[in-house]
């Protein structure tokens, strides 16, 4: 055991903070992971330095390693970079609100658009939807169909009226009927052309919504990060609708939305029903984009077991060599508690390098210590050296927990050689607890 120790203890050496060296395959994992979910490559670059930075000689929990607990600060840096949740759409102080939708063709404004107006129905703001998109007969027609069907009015003027016209119109018209909300829907290009974004700059210089949302299709990709860009510079969105979460897409255009921009996002589509629209939570969309629910289950686990006081307090001890049996043995379940070894070897995708033969061994070791233990006194457990110099008692505890006696000695000279190895470490300017210290 002291020897293991000795060997657990070579590797954890130096890796007491997180250093560029013990982090290079979780780098490596999160910029794949970033890259997969498409987030644009620019953004991941500035991401993943900024949080190399931040996460550079941040202690390591005990038990957890370096580059999984780095995922962790990715993971934590991810969610706070998307913004907050739940952020509120905006509201006037004098009625009406107005809500400029943006976006290109097909991303789902139209359907967004009552969408919106359902969840603000819900909130008892009454609204009025605004069909601007003269280009296409169809689209008026489903904006007015959409409106039938959640029984919200829709103000339109046909194909033969300006787009400005008809969004002042229909604010005037909002303003006389007392409506709480106007959202104006707008056309889109398939791709962004000037004389679209001259429409759109031309509409929010006349009616001054309170807020501009952009419309993103999750689906976009990398292309989310330069259709921001230029719908901000061009118009200036104050948020965004992600669309098409309900797809199998990661979801990675979120980080480039809200990186590039720097506005929140505020809902996101999950199906083609007026009812799919759900607040944007960072947290979830983080794991969606990272696509590592396993390993963070692992290090949020551990961070669970790990009560850094009791740490501590144990480091202590040991450093002192009061560390006794009582404290070894808690130290073991700390490791039982967070699952065995081998299902926890097994969360970490590619990173676990224990051979399944060393788990069942390890394992095996843990619980004859662990019986071992239980068939001691509470004194005995405090002082190993009652039972370094009495053979009977050694005989009794051999006897309860099934055991050799060989095997009582051994356990009791292999803590014996720990606690002196302990004490020896905490003469030395290291510090740390070997959290796996039962391996
Ligand atoms: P617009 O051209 O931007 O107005 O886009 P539309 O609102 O007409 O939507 C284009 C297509 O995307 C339609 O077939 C919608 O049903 C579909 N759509 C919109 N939002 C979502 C969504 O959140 N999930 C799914 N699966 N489809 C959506
Ligand atoms: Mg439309």
Redesign the pocket.
């Known amino acids: 055991l002291a020897e293991r120790l000795e060997d657990a203890w070579k590797k954890l050496r130096g890796q007491d903070k997180i250093s560029q060296a013990n982090i290079q395959d979780a780098l490596k994992e999160v910029r794949r992971a970033l890259l997969s979910a498409d987030v644009n490559l620019q953004v991941v670059k500035k991401f993943v330095a900024d949080v190399e930075t931040t996460a550079m000689g941040a202690d390591v929990i005990a038990g957890v390693r370096p580059d999984q607990q780095f995922i962790k600060i990715v993971y934590d840096e991810l969610v706070q970079v998307m913004g907050e949740s739940n952020v509120p759409l905006a509201k006037a102080d004098t009625s009406p609100t107005i809500v400029l939708?943006a976006?290109?063709?097909?991303?789902?404004?139209?359907?967004?658009?009552?969408?919106l107006a359902l969840h603000l129905g819900k909130e008892n703001r009454s609204c009025l939807m605004v069909a601007t998109?003269v280009y296409r007969p169809a689209?008026i027609d489903?904006l007015v169909t959409l409106g039938e069907q959640i029984n919200i009015p829709v103000f339109e003027m046909g194909t033969d009226t300006n787009p400005v016209e008809i969004a002042c119109q229909g604010v005037a018209h909002a303003k006389e009927t007392g409506v709480d909300t106007v959202i104006i829907?707008t056309?889109?290009r398939l791709q962004i052309d000037a004389e679209m974004m001259a429409e759109l700059a031309q509409i929010k210089d006349n009616v001054k919504p309170d807020e501009v949302l952009l419309?993103v299709?999750?689906m976009t990709g990398q292309e989310a990060a330069t259709l921001t860009h230029t719908f901000n510079q061009q118009i200036g969105i104050t948020g965004a609708i992600l669309?098409?979460?309900?797809?199998d897409t990661r979801g990675g255009a979120a980080l480039s939305v809200r990186q590039v921009s720097g506005q929140p996002i505020k809902f996101?589509?999950?199906?083609?029903k007026v009812e799919?629209?759900q607040p944007f939570y960072p947290d979830r969309m983080a794991s969606r984009i990272l696509g590592m629910g396993d390993v963070l289950t692992l290090v949020e686990k551990a961070q669970e077991e790990i009560d850094m006081a009791d740490a501590a307090q144990m480091q202590e001890k040991m450093l002192n060599a009061q560390f006794d049996f009582s404290d070894f043995l808690k130290q073991m379940r700390l490791l039982k508690n967070m699952g065995s070894l081998g299902g926890l070897m097994k969360l970490m995708p590619g990173m676990g390098k224990l051979s399944s033969d060393q788990l069942e061994k390890g394992e095996g070791k843990l619980k004859q210590t662990e019986a071992m233990i239980n068939s001691m006194t509470a004194e005995e457990r405090r002082n190993p050296d009652l039972l370094a110099g009495s053979p009977s008692r050694r005989r009794r505890i051999a006897r309860g927990s099934g055991h050799s006696e060989r095997e009582v000695s051994s356990l009791i000279s292999e803590f014996t050689k720990m606690r002196s190895l302990m004490k020896q470490m905490g003469q030395g300017q290291m510090g740390g607890l070997p959290g796996m210290g039962g391996m």
């Not at 976006?103 to 969408?115: C, N, P, R, V």
């Not at 669309?243 to 797809?247: A, E, P, W």
């Open positions: 939708m976006g290109l063709q097909g991303t789902g404004k139209t359907t967004a658009t009552a969408k998109d689209a489903q829907d056309a889109g419309v299709d999750a669309t098409k979460l309900d797809g996101v589509g999950v199906g083609e799919a629209l």
